[in-house]
């Protein structure tokens, strides 16, 4: 199955500080890819849409301005937690799609890894 | 949940044994999956089942899918302590089917 990456795994920072989570589409294109958060023994809750070449669109309770999303290329989206706080702590993961055709099909989405967030 | 509920939230058994999970979800779905994480890591797609499908096999996976009532289950024969995991369903809507919503998870503890 295709493959997707994220960087880095883990990261700690302090707060007030951002960081930047890279998720990458390794041997496919990827138009749209997805940002899930992952709370301990929680399950994911969809964050938002990242949509290459346009703005992402987030879900309903998401700051917009707190999770900047960028997708500047087929296969890549970053997700940047812009003043980190501790209740920003998480385990964060992308997944993707592989672009089909229009056959209108819904396939399987391809999930990343996983980040741990864990801002002190 | 965004979506849903599964049950059990949690799930003991013994090797061998049968593992049965149910999901219940809230809107018209285009197609649900079954994915597996283990304690702290990524997602595993198990197996995808889609609207107009019933039941749908994969080694020791068994799924169904009741349209009707908006639930689903899984089914893992002959438990193995590998199984060991969190068992979450997730959604894919008809009108916007790139879309998933993940039920609330099973946490399946098999024991040797």
């Known amino acids: 199955g295709a493959v997707v990456s994220q960087h880095p795994s883990w990261v700690i920072c302090k707060s007030g500080t951002s960081v930047k989570i890279e998720c990458r589409s390794l041997d496919f294109q990827a138009t749209t890819m997805f940002w899930y958060r992952q709370f301990p023994k929680q399950s994911l809750m969809l964050m938002a849409t990242?949509?290459?070449?346009?703005?992402?669109?987030?879900e309903q309770g998401v700051e917009k301005d707190k999770f900047l999303i960028n997708h500047a290329s087929l296969t890549l989206s970053t997700l940047t937690v812009t003043s980190a706080h501790p209740e920003d702590s998480s385990f964060y993961i992308c997944?993707?799609?592989?672009?089909?055709?229009?056959?209108?099909?819904?396939?399987?989405?391809?999930f990343g890894p996983g980040t741990r967030l864990t801002v002190l | 949940s965004q979506q849903g509920e599964e049950d059990p939230q949690a799930l003991s058994i013994q090797e061998g044994e049968n593992a049965t999970m149910n999901c219940s979800y809230k809107t018209s779905i285009n197609n649900l999956q079954w994915y597996r994480q283990n304690s702290g890591r990524g997602l595993v797609h198990l197996i995808l089942i889609r609207s107009n499908e019933r039941e749908k096999h994969s080694g020791r996976l068994r799924v169904t899918l009741d349209t009707s009532k908006k639930s689903s289950s899984l089914l893992i024969t002959a438990s193995r302590a590998a199984d060991t995991a969190s068992y979450f369903c997730a959604t894919a809507e008809t009108y916007n089917f790139n879309k998933f919503y993940f039920g609330s998870g099973t946490k399946l503890n098999v024991k040797p």
């Open positions: 990242s949509n290459e070449g346009s703005k992402a669109t987030y």
């Open positions: 997944s993707a799609r592989d672009w089909g055709g229009f056959s209108g099909a819904a396939g399987e989405q391809f």
